[in-house]
């Protein structure tokens, strides 16, 4: 990964795997500057797998910025141009269903928004228990747009989850190296 890259990492509501989006936050602070997101939602519940609260203080930890979470503040990420590339991580099925239909309503999909507005890459690292149902067409639908990348994914559970799918959160980094260079990193779908 090339040093100084400016990267935002946005959290979704998929919390069962924030202890991974935290991880590669860390890995990527490491390099690079970066800057943290949350949906609204995200910011503001609490969960049996942690406190919104101590999440925000631990990203801003890590990252030595305010995270971003609200519309008007993610609003300025377009015209700063504030990123490289945006990674969305964990991304929820919700989440990829509104960027698929356009629609604007959380500090992450206007940050999506706002981003792509300058023709840079946006990563997706998704985490849904309907991938194989539901969020099908949206996944199928980002797959096929320019300036969208997914982080590699496969079946988390397939036998108590059979339509549940999960990014590798570990495949983050290069994904991002892959999407800078303006292509897929493959084997998109993982065993």
């Not at 269903?97 to 981003?115: E, N, P, Q, R, Y």
């Not at 300036?147 to 989850?161: E, H």
């Not at 549940?164 to 980094?173: V, Y």
């Amino acid at each position: 990964m090339k040093e100084g890259l400016k990267i935002g990492l946005a959290l979704c509501g998929s919390y069962c795997t924030y202890e991974k989006a935290l991880a590669a936050a860390e890995r990527l602070s490491r390099e690079c500057e970066l800057t943290a997101l949350m949906s609204e939602t995200a910011a503001s519940t609490d969960s049996r797998f942690g406190r919104a609260g101590d999440f925000i203080r631990r990203l801003e930890e890590i990252t030595g910025r305010e995270v971003i979470r609200s519309i008007t503040a993610a609003e300025r990420v377009g015209p700063g141009k504030l990123f490289d590339v945006l990674v969305i991580a964990p991304c929820t099925g919700n989440t990829m269903a509104k960027l698929a239909a356009g629609i604007t309503d959380s500090a992450v999909t206007m940050a999506a928004k706002a981003h792509l507005r300058n023709g840079r890459p946006v990563v997706i690292g998704f985490s849904t228990n309907d991938a194989l149902s539901g969020s099908a067409p949206a996944i199928a639908a980002l797959l096929n747009r320019r300036n969208y990348y997914f982080v590699p994914f496969g079946q988390d559970d397939p036998a108590n989850k059979p339509r549940s799918m999960a990014s590798d959160f570990s495949l983050i980094e290069d994904t991002v190296d892959a999407a800078l260079e303006g292509r897929q990193l493959q084997p998109l779908l993982l065993r």
